[in-house]
């Protein structure tokens, strides 16, 4: 995994709901389980309105940057950095 990825940002543009929608690759982690590199992107948490264009909503933050390898969940937040088991979580 190249470091060239850190930092990409690729957008959206806008949803159904006049929500502008952006991902951004904020960190790399190594898996727990296989020791790979896992790309940990965040995507869009929070918007402002636009002031030109009623009903349209512009990228503000992003969310906690997450990444699933082996069966694990591992996010990147402004607490830490977690690993969460996904296996048996399902019906």
């Given at each position: 995994m190249s470091d060239d990825q850190l930092g990409k940002e690729?957008?959206?543009g806008f949803d159904q709901d006049g929500r502008e929608r952006?991902?951004?690759c904020m960190a790399i982690a190594e898996c727990p389980v296989c020791g790979k590199d896992v790309l940990l992107i965040a995507d869009t948490e929070e918007w402002t309105?636009?002031?030109q264009v009623p009903g349209r909503w512009r990228h503000n933050t992003y969310g906690p940057a997450q990444g699933v390898c082996c069966d694990r969940?591992?996010?990147?937040s402004w607490?830490?950095?977690f690993v969460y088991?996904?296996?048996g979580s399902g019906p």
């Open positions: 690729t957008n959206y952006r991902e951004m309105e636009d002031d969940l591992i996010v990147d607490y830490g950095c088991d996904l296996r």
